[in-house]
T-cell receptor, first 116, second 115 residues
């Protein structure tokens, strides 16, 4: 399985500020995904990030609020902009495959964000 | 559109009991993939199993077993002789794979195993 790390693991931020979350994978992957898990809820896909192209956002999520970078095949960042308490969630990055195992999706440890 | 239903929200069992977590899915795709993930209190999402739509063979891994039935669009998960460490939230998920591999998750089932 792919080994995925995220930074920071948790943060407490003030409303109106922005936080950039980093996701690093130990192997080259084509697709990376960013999910949000609000307290007590299931996971919802924010966007899909392919290297060399613009991220594709799901309904209800916009680039101005959640800009994403994908500079290479092992790294991506998600920024949560102009934060409000409603953005308090766990943010997880996910990759498909890794080491040739397609259609198996693995998740990073998540970033627990609290907005006050 | 794809949909995953986990009708059970919370299950509580005593250690060593067997427990089955239900998952029902909806999709129009003929090729798709089903997953189970475990999310312990630490929050990390742990991959348990992937099953593709062409493989209806049941699978057993230690105390875990999975029953995939296309006829009822179900992919149920059984834990035999449950242990306290099995306490977690369990998610069932679905993807069509290929160029659009995003996962559609169910709402999750909170399993509590009491000593």
């Amino acid at each position: 399985s792919a080994v995925i790390s995220q930074k920071p693991s948790r943060d407490i931020c003030q409303r109106g500020t922005s936080l950039t979350i980093q996701c690093q994978v130990d192997s080259q992957v084509t697709m990376m995904f960013w999910y949000r898990q609000q307290p007590g809820q299931s996971l919802t896909l924010i966007a899909t990030a392919n290297q060399g192209s613009e991220a594709t956002y799901e309904s209800g999520f916009v680039i101005d609020k959640f800009p994403i970078s994908r500079p290479n095949l092992t790294f991506s960042t998600l920024t949560v902009s102009n934060m409000s308490p409603e953005d308090s969630s766990i943010y997880l990055c996910s990759v498909e495959g890794g080491r040739g195992r397609s259609y198996e999706q693995y998740f990073g440890p998540g970033t627990r964000l609290t907005v006050t | 559109a794809q949909k995953v239903t986990q009708a059970q929200t919370e299950i509580s069992v005593v250690e060593k009991e067997d427990v089955t977590l239900d998952c029902v899915y909806e999709t129009r795709d003929t090729t798709y993939y089903l997953f189970w993930y475990k999310q312990p209190p630490s929050g990390e999402l742990v991959f348990l199993i992937r099953r593709n739509s062409f493989d209806e063979q049941n699978e057993i891994s230690g105390r875990y077993s999975w029953n995939f039935q296309k006829s009822t669009s179900s992919f149920n998960f059984t834990i035999t002789a449950s242990q306290v460490v099995d306490s977690a939230v369990y998610f069932c998920a679905l993807t069509r794979g290929g160029a659009n591999s995003k996962l559609t998750f169910g709402k999750g089932i909170t399993l509590s195993v009491r000593p």
